[in-house]
């Protein structure tokens, strides 16, 4: 059974103004020219839809996207915000900006929080430098509870993934998991037992992805080694390997919502209580300490036309596809695509402005793709969340209080009342029907900050 990896219960994030819901694409369904980039989410806009996630095979053209940087080596101390900035206002610009975020990071004693408080889908950090093959360490808790999942994944914008997934009623186990072009195989999932509770002990876990092996590990212990050449897919005539450049994503998602898939919330543990006692503050939290990154040398396939960043030269997007390039493209506004990347950055009066209401700023919470739905045939319909306004992702207080369960065996409050953080969602769901190769989601955002 193989099914898309993405199917975390999906919420609209911030826009500005009032928008009509987005046109769909997916396999077979290309997105129109007036909002040409697909989303990780399976809808079309402009803006931050052809940043960081977007998928050049079902966009409106491969020009769409906006063209990854290129990867950068660095140990990442998480130990504030200054580094991190909302989907809503990067718009591309890797070099003054290392993280996006999606949803409510928290600063809490020299590390980030990611939140998930009730009506939200969580947190989400994302690299704005990609990596094509690296070493790339995350040093993290975890979040306990039924139905809360906490992840560490290498994501890349055709969904090559790589996981470290983490249940929260299963605080002694990392689940490994590996996936090629968002295509769900169930044998690929490996649990991988951790010596110390998984919440409150900080590990060190680590990816270490070559173009022909694929190894994990956890606190310098490899746990798990692959082989590229023993993913061949002989009825796709190609390797099922992890092979294209990968956004770094860490997230706190809320796999036990009752309008998600029932095999999802089977495999989280169950559904939510959002009165549990894991929860502080309103809210549940991972604390994420520190990211490190080695790049590797690219594969000898790749096209090297510069060192900056990477584009896709053809829908197959594998290997020998993938550029390098000089060619950045930084938008020059929400409104602004890469095919027209300057769309909006003038500031005069008479600037000509879009003739209708397109989304610009895409919502959901992609948690990974270890999630066991219960589908009965391929071309099973799915439900999620759909409907939603956006909180402003920043953010809290920094004092302790004499509540327990904090991060990293530490008390903590960020503010006197419970409201939480993060995408806000009002309960709702939609049913989209795909095949097993389509994407799914539910994205319809529609209320003003």
Known sequence: MVRRAFTAALAAAAFTGFATAAASCGEGSKCPEDSPC??????????????????????????????????KSGDFKLSGLDDVQSIDKYLGDASKINWQSQGKPVIYDNSLLLTMAEGTVGTLLASTHYVWYGKICAKMTTSQGKGVVTAFIMMSDVKDEIDFEFVGVDINNA?????????????????????????????????????????WYIDDEKLRSLKRTDTWNATSGRFDYPQTPSRIMLSLWPAGLPTNAKGTIEWAGGEIDWNSQYMQNGYYYAMVEEVTVECYDPPPMAIKKGSKAYLYTDEAATNNTVEITDDLIILGSLYASGEDPDFGATTKSDAPMPTKSIDTVPGGNPGGGGRGEDVSSAAASATAATTGA???????????????????????????????AGTALEPGFGKLGGSALAIIVAVLGLLVL
């Open 38 to 71: 697909c989303s990780a989410y399976g809808q079309c806009g402009v803006g931050a839809f052809c940043l960081g996630g977007c998928d050049p095979k079902f966009s409106h053209s491969l020009e769409s996207c906006h063209h990854g940087p290129s990867c």
């Open 390 to 420: 956006g909180a402003s992702p920043t953010g809290g207080d920094n004092n302790n209080n004499n509540n327990n369960n904090g991060g990293n065996d530490q008390n903590f409050n960020q503010g006197n009342n419970n409201q939480g």
């Open 175 to 215: 689940q490994s998991n590996f996936y090629s072009q968002g295509v769900t195989n169930y044998e690929n999932s490996a649990n991988l037992t951790v010596t110390d509770d998984t919440v409150s002990h900080v590990h060190n876990y680590c990816i270490d992805w070559k173009p022909d092996t694929l190894d």
